[in-house]
């Protein structure tokens, strides 16, 4: 079992930068497929990208891509969403979600271990 958690959420301004931080306890993370997911009121959870544990391939949804960037670092065991030019609607809260030797997953149903979520909010 591997346990998540989130950091870096907060208020930014729109056309401002986050990076959100993924990182887990006890279990490498490199052995994970990891996904970022948003929420927001209202709204269903939505994938926002994801990252294969074996070759690093990655996944951006047509919202973010060009803006965000999904990047792991196997020495911290995090995995990290840069969020560049960021936009109201970019508002949510947001997940990282894990699956033990996953690749390009963009089903919340695929994903089996989930972080408490962090707040994002871009003001206009």
């Known amino acids: 079992q591997v346990q998540l958690v989130e950091s870096g959420g907060g208020l930014v301004q729109a056309g401002g930068s986050l990076r959100l931080s993924c990182a887990a306890s006890?279990?490498?993370?490199?052995?994970?497929?990891v996904g970022w997911f948003r929420q927001a009121p209202g709204k269903e959870r939505e994938v926002v990208a994801a990252i294969s544990w074996a070759d690093t391939s990655t996944y951006y949804s047509d919202s973010v891509k060009g803006r965000f960037t999904i990047s792991r670092d196997n020495a911290k065991n995090t995995v990290y969403l840069q969020m560049n030019s960021l936009k109201p609607e970019d508002t949510a809260v947001y997940y990282c979600?894990?699956?033990?030797?996953?690749?390009?997953?963009?089903?919340?149903?695929?994903?089996?271990?989930w972080g408490q979520g962090t707040q994002v909010t871009v003001s206009s």
């Open positions: 006890e279990r490498t993370l490199s052995a994970y497929a």
């Open positions: 979600a894990a699956k033990f030797l996953g690749r390009l997953l963009r089903e919340a149903s695929d994903y089996g271990y």
